[in-house]
């Protein structure tokens, strides 16, 4: 079943919104900060940048190309890699507060 048009800028826009936001809360977070770092700020930063690795693919992942035309393999892993990527910026903001 071929996806809804617009979906692949949508699913491109918005994973560039998300990784914008989460380079965003990095800035104000004290990445730069010259304290000694603890395992939680490591954390942080590993979760992020594994965020920033997964949506940094969803645009590339969701306009190759497939055979046939209709087919929509690509997409549905593009947005597993969307979904993989919040939950991550998420949990890494999440690290942040508690730890």
Same mark, same amino acid.
């Given at each position: 079943?071929?996806?809804?048009?617009?979906?692949?800028?949508?699913?491109?826009?918005?994973?560039?919104?998300?990784?914008?936001?989460?380079?965003? %809360?990095?800035?104000?977070?004290?990445?730069?900060?010259?304290?000694?770092?603890?395992?939680?700020?490591?954390? *942080?930063? *590993?979760?992020?940048?594994?965020? %920033?690795?997964? @949506?940094?693919? *969803? !645009?590339?992942?969701?306009?190759? !190309? *497939?055979? !046939?035309?209709?087919?929509?393999?690509?997409?549905?892993?593009?947005?597993?890699?969307?979904?993989?990527?919040?939950?991550?910026?998420? @949990?890494?903001?999440?690290?942040?507060?508690?730890?």
């Amino acid at each position: 079943m071929p996806s809804p048009t617009g979906s692949v800028p949508a699913l491109s826009s918005a994973s560039a919104t998300i990784f914008s936001i989460g380079i965003v %809360f990095l800035g104000y977070w004290g990445m730069y900060e010259p304290t000694k770092w603890r395992v939680a700020d490591h954390m *942080v930063v *590993v979760i992020a940048l594994i965020g %920033f690795g997964c @949506l940094g693919l *969803v !645009p590339w992942m969701a306009t190759s !190309p *497939v055979e !046939p035309e209709t087919n929509d393999a690509r997409i549905r892993v593009a947005r597993h890699l969307f979904l993989a990527g919040v939950l991550a910026i998420w @949990l890494a903001v999440a690290v942040s507060l508690l730890f």
